[in-house]
């Protein structure tokens, strides 16, 4: 599928599809306050407030989510929590976007011993226990942020490529890649031009499907204290927080704990409404 | 009072325009009807509106009576007690009708329990007798056997025994031989004729072949963009079309028996292509240990002329294709060898020179696979300048050249193969395989998938091709009709092996192998007049993997000797034909 195809049945599927537009929707919204928001209010991210601990959330002092037991604002490090978990999310999405999709196509149209050393490979690091790795690097690496990004990648790219494998090897069975040999199209061509274009498809919709899968990751960590460090803060940090405080102020938990689920689930519902659009089935209707 | 009566229907998806349109017909008991039409005239649509399997997105609206009741629009429950027990459907594919995970016996066991045919403890003997009565060959092992043991025809006969168990009054058949070799179509129209003898059943025979209508039918309805143009007896459909659209077609089908053969003129002397000895084989998947072999083509030597068209032509599995892509380089073949003006063909595309497969080219039969839809039709057909010309500037000039050449219009070349009917798709194949101006080109069924009028055209623009530039083809086919139209030459293959070579109008007056009889004498023909030829007990073909000892024809074979059962026969010349018979110069076929 070429991008000025997926344009315009995006735009079609867009007008049809409800759960595109609301779930796409909320979460442009939420990213757009996400970086408007700290600019807006009059409170920083790490400033404490000894006198204002455990203030409920209130319009004064615009003290929107309260604030927390060392009283800094929790509206600011909320929207703050939501940017760093989108651009961990985006990150190691990426990430595993093209690691996993540069291997997969090799290793499935190349095929033969090429592909079974690839892909015993991926069986090999699959076995590893990554979570345990990650933690195990972020003791080791001091937390370093770019770390988790890395490390969040690289348990996602492996269910990428193997993905992209089996679609590159039913892709490379149609006569069209025939017909390109026998023009005398080079391999790598071949592989870039006729075959990866085609994955577009299900890649994107895979990738919409593993952003929530990396929110979750980079929240696990955090919620352990091994992800982003204090003063930063994360969804999943903040939601560590608020469980410690969540008898006296239980806002402290509902409001990252709510945003985060309501993230998660867009970006499933996203996720579910994009196969439509990218579903070739549709093609003939 | 008719058996199915249709009046005023009309079907149609949304806003689209409607897919059936104020269509009026009538079925009476015991008669056999045809509804003919090309792809997307409705004819589909129409059966399942009569078995009430229209999708749900649909919209549909007039009446469908059977038998003095209006079904249309009525719940499912009302349908299920005519399904089966009234009228029944056997569709195109019975591979994909058929429930792969369970036994045909069970299968047909579970129609009988459902609709409460007959007792339950005997089931098994009903099903059984009408795996009997549809010619399964050894019906009693076949009762527990799945779908994938069995062969296409045999598929459709247990699809035909399922349709029929409940002696339903209405038959409708959509497209029931489309997907199967001419020997076996030939069967099943005459299984389909016994059985209707048999249990006085109504039949809507739904097919694009006017050759299969002309002599199962007693009245024909011809569809056009889902109205009915003309409904009249077969006979007068034939002898004297109304309508222009049935005129057409009537004129395409006689057109195909008897035409005025306006072929370029095969010349030079040096052979342009010349395969000698060649040999491909297969490993067969699961059976590594023994290192068993399938040998898809055997030993084929032939040459072709500059400017000559070879049309190579056999039953499924007979290895037409696997010849096709051995000579492109796609199938690596084990023995013999492969000269292209001299020049030695070897390995697969990717390692031949650029000079040697800039000559040849290849469409394939299925027009959408072939284009790749990620791209645009103006980057698809130049694509070959970029790999082999990318300095030059004449790009844009020699793409509409191109485009004109095949007749397409040059606003489509923004298009993606989506957007495009299936005739386009084929004229976007053929400018792409002709624009580096090949030497020979290979049509593999390049005209299988497209409609009657449509395969027209696509012949023509073959033909005028080859007198414009002289290009040698191997046109690979399943179907005598359109080999006749555009071969100089015809190979007949069975089984891997060459039957016969010879020039196409002397094969076709007279044939010398008894396979080619076989082939010639299974076609349909459409004129009702000529009667149905009924065939000898011709039977399937053997399976690939296991040949026949001898001559591989001859467990099928009329004229069979005691000597065809363990000597293979060599080619030998016989009035400028190449046979491979024992019996070739004594036999008059």
Not at chain 2, 413 to 422: D, I, T, V
Request: aromatic share 6%; with cysteine.
């Amino acid at each position: 599928m070429n991008a000025g195809v997926l344009a315009s049945r995006f735009t079609a599927e867009l007008r049809r599809s409800r759960s595109i537009r609301i779930c796409g929707g909320t979460l442009i919204a939420i990213a757009v306050v996400s970086l408007i928001g700290p600019w807006i209010s009059p409170h920083s991210y790490l400033t404490t407030d000894f006198d204002g601990r455990f203030i409920k959330p209130t319009v004064e002092a615009f003290h929107l989510f309260g604030t927390d037991d060392l009283g800094r604002d929790l509206f600011v490090r909320t929207l703050m929590g939501v940017q760093v978990t989108l651009l961990v999310a985006v990150v190691a999405s990426i990430v595993s976007l093209v690691i996993g999709v540069a291997y997969g196509a090799v290793a499935g149209y190349v095929g033969g011993r090429v592909d079974a050393v690839m892909m015993r490979i991926v069986d090999a690091l699959y076995a590893l226990p990554f979570i345990f790795l990650v933690i195990l690097l972020m003791v080791v690496f001091k937390r370093n942020f770019l770390l988790i990004f890395v490390a969040i990648g690289a348990i996602n790219w492996l269910d990428m490529a193997r993905i992209v494998r089996g679609q590159t090897i039913s892709l490379k069975q149609r006569e069209f890649v025939d017909a390109a040999k026998l023009i005398g199209v080079s391999t790598w061509r071949i592989i870039f031009r006729h075959i990866t274009p085609n994955l577009l498809g299900v890649v994107v919709v895979y990738v919409t499907l593993t952003i929530p899968q990396a929110i979750l990751v980079e929240s696990f960590l955090s919620f352990l204290g091994l992800g982003v460090q204090e003063p930063q803060t994360s969804l999943g940090a903040l939601v560590n927080g608020g469980v410690g405080q969540m008898e006296q102020a239980s806002w402290m938990l509902l409001i990252p704990a709510v945003l985060l689920a309501v993230i998660l689930f867009c970006f499933n519902f996203l996720g579910d409404g994009l196969r439509d659009v990218f579903d070739p089935r549709r093609e003939s209707r | 009072m008719s058996l199915l009566s249709v009046r005023n229907l009309n079907i149609r998806y949304s806003d689209a325009p409607p897919v059936i349109n104020s269509l009026n017909f009538r079925i009476e008991t015991g008669e056999a009807v045809g509804l003919v039409g090309e792809s997307g005239s409705g004819k589909t649509q129409t059966a399942l509106a009569i078995m009430g399997l229209t999708p749900d997105n649909a919209i549909a609206t007039g009446e469908i009576v059977f038998d003095g009741k209006n079904l249309l629009g009525k719940p499912e429950q009302v349908f299920n007690k005519y399904r089966t027990r009234r009228m029944s459907i056997v569709f195109q594919d019975p591979m994909s009708a058929l429930n792969p995970y369970v036994r045909v016996g069970e299968q047909l066991r579970r129609i009988l329990i459902q609709h409460e045919l007959v007792d339950e403890d005997e089931t098994d003997n009903r099903a059984l007798e009408m795996l009997q009565l549809v010619g399964l060959p050894d019906a009693e092992r076949q009762f527990r056997s799945y779908p994938h043991q069995l062969s296409g025809g045999m598929r459709q006969r247990v699809m035909i025994a399922a349709a029929l168990i409940g002696r339903p009054e209405l038959l409708i058949a959509d497209e029931p031989t489309t997907a199967l070799d001419v020997t076996v179509q030939a069967q099943i129209l005459d299984l389909l004729r016994q059985l209707r003898d048999r249990f006085n059943t109504a039949l809507l025979l739904i097919t694009h072949d006017l050759g299969v209508v002309a002599g199962n039918c007693d009245r024909m309805l011809v569809l056009k963009d889902g109205e009915l143009v003309e409904s009249a007896p077969t006979r007068t459909i034939f002898s004297a079309p109304a309508h222009p659209d049935t005129q057409a077609m009537v004129a395409a089908a006689r057109r195909s028996e008897a035409l005025p053969r306006l072929l370029a003129q095969p010349a030079g002397d040096r052979p342009a292509l010349e395969i000698k000895g060649l040999t491909v084989s297969y490993a067969v998947p699961g059976e590594r240990s023994s290192r068993r072999k399938l040998e898809a083509v055997k030993d084929l030597s032939v040459t072709i002329a500059p400017g000559e068209t070879l049309a190579v032509v056999g039953e499924s599995g007979s290895g037409k294709t696997s010849v096709a892509r051995a000579v492109v380089g796609l199938k690596p073949t084990k023995e013999g060898s492969m000269l292209l003006f001299g020049e030695r063909l070897e390995g697969p595309p990717e390692s031949r020179p650029n000079a040697v497969r800039r000559e040849l080219q290849m469409v394939f039969q299925d027009p959408a696979g072939s284009l790749n839809p990620a791209m645009r039709i103006d980057d698809i057909i130049t694509e070959p300048l970029d790999v082999h010309e990318p300095d030059k500037a004449d790009k844009g000039e020699r793409l509409a050249e191109m485009l004109q050449r095949v007749g397409l219009d040059a606003a489509l070349a923004h298009r993606f193969p989506h957007e495009l009917s299936g005739g386009q798709a084929q004229r976007v194949a053929i400018a792409r395989a002709l624009i580096l101006k090949p030497k020979i080109l290979i049509c593999d069924e390049a005209v299988a998938a497209l409609d009657g009028s449509v395969r027209q055209e696509i012949l023509e623009l073959l033909r005028s091709e080859q007198k414009h530039s002289g290009l040698s083809m191997i046109f690979i086919s399943h179907d005598l009709a359109t080999v006749r139209q555009i071969s100089h030459r015809v190979l007949v293959m069975y089984l891997g092996r060459i039957c016969e070579i010879s020039d196409t109008e002397s094969l076709f007056i007279r044939p010398k192998h008894p396979y080619t009889k076989a082939l010639l004498d299974a076609v349909p023909i459409a004129d009702p007049d000529v009667g149905i030829v009924v065939l000898s007990e011709l039977g399937e073909a053997p399976s690939v993997m296991r040949p026949p000892p001898g001559c591989v024809f001859h467990p099928r074979c009329t004229y069979s000797v005691l000597r065809c059962n363990d000597d293979s026969p060599d080619l030998q010349v016989l009035d400028g034909s190449s046979v491979a018979c024992h019996r070739a110069a004594e036999l008059d076929l």
